[in-house]
Structure formats: structure tokens, C-alpha cells
């Protein structure tokens, strides 16, 4: 691996359905950050995560969930999918600094989900 | 608070033309500043930043970008446009203690014509 990976690359869900959108980076950032991308909306951020075991809200928090476990992963829930949760979604990282700020940001392939 | 804004959706120039893709920003507190490049149907890409220091930053594929403090602005820019620069640009800013959390333009569209 390398860099920051996402799974699945696309999917199709009903609504309802509860789903997992992945995410993995090799670079041993402490910061990780999940993003969705609307037409006209731009980059708007969902949830984040300054280090391993612990996750913050951002601007859109509402319908999701996230956890971190370990430095790598930061999965994101919907628990129960609707309509307007359909976008592209997209994981990043950076390197968190001591004194608390952080670096650029590297940003993974994407998620396109649908939800009919 | 820290905003960010793009006044322009769409910039069409003829390669071999500079380019100038704009952003304006609001925070309280010293900004960090950051332009991103995406391609079509992949993430986003990072180009340059500001922290500190010279205003004028260099970055990857031969852009740049001023910080004008008195102008809350940090314009991207290129001496001569190619046609594979052609993709959709953000620009982010944080304040130096927001923990990370960058707020992002709603991107620019740079169409460059052969």
C-alpha cells in the first residue's frame, strides 16, 4: 500500500442499508479526515480524527459515525442510508504536528455512493 | 471562524498564457494556506502552501502563489498554462490552532486551450 486507499471504489445502496466506506494509509499520519464532494458544494468535511482514539464532528456530522482504532484505519458509517447522503467521499491524512498543527493533506482515491 | 472563497467557477486560457486562479480567505487568526489540484474522477492533490515566511510560495508543476495579507488573498498562478493543467483547483485555509480542520473553496474549473 501506498498512501491512502478506500473501499469499495463505487456502490449502489438501498435505502436504509447501513454501510461502511473504508479507509487505510500507510503513512503513519495521526490525522485523518473524511470529506464529501457536491456539485457546487465543494470539499465539505464530515468527521475527523487528530489521533488514534479520538473523532470530531466537522460541518456535516449528521447520519455518520466514525471510529479510530489504530493510526491506519478510519472507517465511516452510515447507519441508515438516505438520498441526500449520495456524493463522492473522500479520506484524507496529514501529520500532525506537537504543537497542533498539521501539515498538508493527502486525500484518497474516493468512494462514489449512490443511495436509491 | 475561517472561510474561504472562490469568485470564479470556470478560467479559460490559451496555452502558453499565464493563469491566475483566485482565492480569498477569512480567519481569525494567523492563516494557513493551501492549493489543491483534482483530476477527473481521482482525489485531490497537494500543490503548495503558505505558513510563514516568503509570500511568494513555489509549488509542484511550476505554480505559485502570492499571500497578500492586506488583501486576504492567495492567487495561484502559473507564467505559461499547458493543456494537461487543466483540471478543477481548491484553495483551503486553516487558522494556525484549528486543530487540522481546513475549510475548503468550492473549487475552480481551469480550461486550457491548445
Known amino acids: 500500500i501506498a498512501g491512502i486507499t478506500q473501499a469499495p471504489t463505487s456502490q449502489i445502496l438501498a435505502a436504509g442499508r447501513r454501510m461502511t466506506l473504508r479507509c487505510t494509509q500507510d503513512m503513519r499520519h495521526n490525522a485523518m479526515y473524511w470529506y464529501r464532494q457536491d456539485l457546487g458544494l465543494g470539499l465539505r468535511l464530515i468527521h475527523y480524527s487528530n489521533t488514534a482514539g479520538t473523532t470530531g464532528k466537522g460541518e456535516v456530522p449528521d447520519g455518520y459515525s466514525v471510529s479510530r482504532a489504530n493510526t491506519d484505519d478510519f472507517p465511516l458509517t452510515l447507519a441508515s442510508a438516505v438520498p441526500s447522503q449520495t456524493s463522492v467521499y473522500f479520506c484524507?491524512?496529514?501529520?500532525?504536528?506537537?504543537?497542533?498543527?498539521?501539515?498538508?493533506?493527502?486525500f484518497g482515491p474516493g468512494t462514489r455512493l449512490t443511495v436509491l | 471562524a475561517q472561510s474561504v472563497a472562490q469568485p470564479e467557477d470556470q478560467v479559460n486560457v490559451a496555452e502558453g498564457n499565464p493563469l491566475t486562479v483566485k482565492c480569498t480567505y477569512s480567519?481569525?487568526?494567523?492563516?494557513?494556506l493551501f492549493w489543491y489540484v483534482q483530476y477527473p474522477n481521482r482525489g485531490l492533490q497537494f500543490l503548495l502552501k503558505y505558513i510563514t515566511g516568503d509570500n511568494l510560495v513555489k509549488g509542484s508543476y511550476g505554480f505559485e502563489a502570492e499571500f497578500n495579507k492586506s488583501q486576504t488573498s492567495f492567487h495561484l498562478k502559473k507564467p505559461s498554462a499547458l493543456v494537461s493543467d487543466s483540471a478543477l483547483y481548491f484553495c483551503a485555509v486553516r487558522y494556525n490552532t484549528n486543530a487540522g480542520k481546513s475549510t475548503f473553496g468550492d473549487g475552480t474549473t481551469l480550461t486550457v486551450k491548445p
Open positions: 484524507a491524512s496529514s501529520e500532525q504536528l506537537a504543537s497542533g498543527n498539521s501539515n498538508e493533506q493527502f
Open positions: 480567519v481569525s487568526g494567523n492563516p494557513y
